[in-house]
């Protein structure tokens, strides 16, 4: 008996400790819908959740002196629950208030403070708590080895908790499910101890609500490719990923390539002004589906390839490009020969936020953004951002996306859900394979949504005849999606979106 009351206040600060960590991880997930998953998102949510365990380091020690009874202790368990709970009503509510409000730098800093500061406070006033009931119960134990004891488990939990929200819970249950499980998980700790102590609770909250905006984050790998130093030109961190531009032989051709931490996201031959990158000469494919554009919007900077060439269709009026490092367009003009046209309007901010509070419509909207499957942008993989970019076209628009993947069918398939979620917004859309068909093969796969019910004629001479090769073989690269039963595949939203976990099964 005397062992078994040892370990209980151990195991409940492994639970706790593993719930702070749940809530640290899953943090990003809510606010990068709203700020992007950026450095100052990243940093206020560890500064934040920091500041509140330190504090409440030091309140609950000195509460713990004042009255060190368990009924106090499983009582801050219970609060700390429903605060937790509630998390979810302030994120369904409050936060887009607060995504459309403030800015990208101090709003992750503003919107973690208010979603995330007390819950952590008050679970951080556990630990001191715990030892002090730990040596009134046992005196001869020590209070080192006591205090030693009682951290120990709760870091093993924190790690717990870290290990389990990215291998398990992200992959399997939606942002909703895991706060609110976390929450109930607390309260019933609490709980549990009163109802054994025969004190009835009047009162319940529970608020079990599905949340509308929570997408997901970048797990950026740090390692970067190794550059032959001979070709290196330019090496500097960015605000969000470390940028390399460097020269190399591609295709026996000179080329300039532009580089995030290890992710190629773009190239220029030095010697012409042809694209470098198959995918890339596919945004053509316009002609079939509107051919009279008049204003595009390009998601995604890169090396500004594709803005480039749009800038080449005389009936384009303008071209605006949503790229939020801060630095691209200036290293587009100095070593990629982005030119100096007034047509070209570039936006340093969030693609999805640009279209939120954009009025624009547009006859072309290509998002150039997933270029890399080890940092796969998870809010522009979603059903939510789908609807936005549709919402943003003109009657005959025509949205285009460039993902990285293979057509193998065998569920669970990256490739498959984003074709099920972007037919859910757009039901006339169609989705090329730059290389071929061949299902094993990872690729480049243009996905194309039209804001219309227009079918089209693959078979027309304009199509068969067309000088440009990439509308003239556009049937050959088309999808046959006729045998496919896309109730194997899951739908992509803001509150579920397993893209790590689905891309680590196309880079295994």
């Keep these: 008996m005397i062992k078994l009351k040892k370990i209980i206040l151990p195991g409940v600060v492994f639970i706790t400790g593993g719930c702070v960590l749940v809530l640290e991880v899953i943090a990003t997930r809510v606010l990068s819908p709203y700020f992007g998953n950026t450095i100052y998102t990243v940093s206020s949510i560890l500064g934040v959740i920091l500041a509140a365990l330190s504090l409440g380091y030091y309140f609950g020690g000195r509460l713990a002196d004042k009255r060190p009874k368990e009924a106090w202790f499983y009582a801050i368990i219970l609060i700390s629950g429903l605060t937790v709970i509630g998390l979810e009503a302030i994120i369904i509510f409050l936060l887009p208030i607060l995504g459309d409000l403030l800015s990208l730098i101090y709003g992750p800093l503003i919107a973690t403070s ?24 046992f005196p001869e134990e020590g209070i080192g080895a006591i205090s030693g004891t009682i951290f120990f488990w709760s870091t093993f939990g924190s790690i717990a908790g870290s290990l389990l929200t990215g291998f398990i819970f992200i992959p399997s249950f939606g942002v909703d499910k895991i706060i609110i499980g976390t929450g109930v998980l607390l309260t019933l700790a609490g709980l549990l101890s009163f109802l054994k102590n025969g004190i009835k609770i009047k009162y319940f909250f529970s608020v079990f609500l599905i949340a509308i905006f929570v997408v997901g984050e970048f797990f950026v790998l740090s390692a970067s490719r190794r550059i032959d130093s001979n070709n290196f030109i330019y090496s500097r961190d960015g605000v ?15 080329t300039r390539f532009f580089q995030q931490d290890r992710s190629n ?3 220029m031959y030095l010697d012409s002004e042809d694209l470098v990158f198959d995918y890339t000469k596919y945004y053509s494919l316009y002609k079939i589906f509107n051919p009279e554009m008049k204003q595009a919007l390009v998601i995604g900077g890169g090396a500004y390839s594709i803005p480039k060439a749009l800038l080449s269709e005389p009936s384009l009026e303008i071209v605006d490009v949503a790229e939020i490092e801060p630095s691209l367009y200036e290293l587009g003009k100095k070593y990629f020969r982005v030119p100096l046209d007034g047509r070209l309007k570039n936006q340093i901010i969030d693609g999805r936020r640009w279209l939120k509070q ?33 919402s943003r076209l003109s009657g005959n628009g025509v949205f285009m996306a460039n993902l990285i993947g293979n057509l193998d069918s065998r569920p669970p398939s990256l490739i498959f ?8 917004v757009f039901p006339r859309s169609y989705f090329f394979a730059v290389n071929s068909p061949d299902p094993k093969r990872t690729q480049n796969i243009i996905f194309v949504g039209l804001n219309n019910d227009r079918n089209i004629d693959f078979s027309d ?10 509308i003239s073989g556009a049937e050959s690269k088309l999808v046959d999606l006729s045998k496919i039963d896309f109730n194997l595949y899951t739908k992509l939203t803001d509150n579920y979106s397993p893209v790590e976990y689905l891309t680590a099964r196309v880079l295994n």
């Design 417 to 424: 859900s984003e074709m099920k979620t972007l037919r859910a």
């Design 461 to 470: 001479k304009f199509v068969t005849e067309n000088e440009d090769k990439i």
């Design 114 to 137: 208010i979603l995330f500061f007390l819950p952590a406070l008050l679970l951080g006033m556990l630990s001191p708590y715990a030892i002090k009931l730990q040596s009134q119960a």
């Design 358 to 390: 954009t009025e624009k419509e547009y006859d072309l909207i290509f998002s150039d953004v997933y270029y890399s499957l080890y940092s796969l942008p998870v809010h522009f993989t979603t059903e939510e951002f789908f609807k936005l970019a549709k």
């Design 265 to 267: 996201s773009g190239a």
């Design 240 to 254: 969000y990923e470390k940028l390399f531009v460097f020269d190399r032989q591609y295709k026996g051709r000179p």
